[in-house]
């Protein structure tokens, strides 16, 4: 991936100052503008970076000059843009929302396993042979507190969310799980994802 990255200069302030005097032309008419670096990402500004500089010029003959005493004086009392942070503040808001779609996802997935209905599936992460392994359960039928599910037929060895070509739910491998081991397999993250209501074409819809 390409990746765009740098530091820009940004006039954040413009001043007009008429209390002192143009060596130059005599003129009281100055014009001086505020600069702030900050540190770009995809030409987003994240943020600000070292200190503010400034310009001064005569209005009326261009003359450039610099006072000290005025110019720092303005730098110090211009605020920063807060558009210099947008990356940190889209970051930020990322995050957030990840954070909440994270919390009712897994607010779903515990109802949905608490209360199980014949055709949700559940996504598998397991170990086996000191690796990862993921693979699919379906559930066939519910006996009081017993949930009776269907294992798939391929075994993956990377994450997936669905099916390949091949797979297919195995109506003779029917194991059966209590409620509460269900949700302790959801608390220890062995249930990564719990599906329901999914299209009728859908490759869960495969059963042999």
């Not at 900050?38 to 010029?57: N, R």
């Not at 997935?109 to 693979?135: C, M, Q």
Request: charged residues 30%; contains cysteine; aromatic residues 18%.
């Amino acid at each position: 991936m390409f990746v765009i990255y740098g530091n820009k200069k940004l006039r954040i302030k413009r001043y007009s100052y008429n209390q002192y005097c143009c060596p130059k032309c005599n003129a009281f008419d100055f014009d001086i503008k505020i600069y702030k670096r900050y540190f770009h990402l995809f030409f987003i500004p994240f943020w600000p970076a070292g200190e503010k500089s400034s310009t001064m010029f005569c209005n009326n003959c261009r003359y450039p000059i610099r006072v000290e005493d005025i110019q720092w004086k303005l730098e110090d009392q211009t605020r920063l843009p807060f558009y210099l942070y947008s990356g940190l503040i889209l970051a930020g808001g990322l995050v957030i929302v990840s954070f909440v779609n994270s919390a009712r996802a897994d607010k779903r997935h515990r109802l949905f396993v608490e209360s199980p209905k014949a055709g949700d599936v559940y996504r598998i992460t397991g170990e086996k042979d000191g690796r990862d392994t993921y693979y699919f359960l379906r559930v066939s039928r519910i006996e009081s507190d017993s949930v009776f599910v269907w294992h798939n037929h391929v075994e993956y060895n990377r994450f997936v969310s669905e099916f390949n070509d091949k797979d297919y739910f195995v109506q003779s491998d029917e194991v059966a799980f209590t409620r509460q081991r269900l949700l302790k397999m959801l608390d220890d993250d062995q249930i990564s994802d719990v599906v329901r209501d999914y299209d009728p074409d859908s490759p869960f819809n495969d059963v042999e």
